[in-house]
């Protein structure tokens, strides 16, 4: 990307300045990073917001020209669960985006992978998948999800989990 740089320097007690442009073209891709993490989320439901993918070259510029497939699988699977959704995606401009992943069983510690061929794999940080909480007849998000502002309800067709 193209950037303009300043560089002052002082010559026999005279200052000069000069402005540049520079462009940095990045390298092939070299590894995968994910660069939009996984959140915790119910079991079942969407991760929110999308997880992103980017391809990095050796000096972590995005890789803007990679343009391959890019999958993700479950790394660390602590609660046994099975991911859905799509789960291979190609990449512009360097970013893959994964819009629609859940994964089906509570768990803590989950870890996502992603790989592209002969690209280094990138792991995400540790997230959770957590179960619904029962109040009464009903089901909601865990409080920590609310916010304190009541949540999703389950009672009927189309509410709570897999809705």
Not at 63 to 77: D, K, M, Q, W
């Amino acid at each position: 990307m193209a950037q303009s740089k300043t560089v002052t320097a002082t010559i026999n007690g005279v200052g000069v300045t000069q402005t540049a442009a520079v462009v940095v073209n990045p390298a092939a891709a070299a590894k995968l990073a994910f660069t939009v993490q996984p959140t915790s989320a119910v079991a079942g439901a969407g991760i929110t917001p999308s997880v992103q993918v980017t391809a990095l070259d050796a000096n972590d510029n995005t890789a803007t020209g990679f343009t391959g497939n890019i999958t993700v699988a479950i790394g660390t699977n602590p609660g046994g669960g099975a991911l859905t959704g799509t789960a291979t995606v190609a990449a512009t401009a360097g970013v893959a985006s994964f819009a629609n992943l859940s994964i089906n069983k509570v768990g803590t510690g989950y870890t996502l992978m992603a790989s592209s061929g002969s690209l280094t794999v990138g792991t995400s940080a540790a997230f959770q998948h957590h179960a619904w909480e029962r109040h009464g007849a009903r089901l909601q998000r865990p409080a920590h999800e609310r916010g304190g502002g009541g949540g999703d309800h389950a009672g009927g067709p189309g509410h709570g989990p897999g809705r």
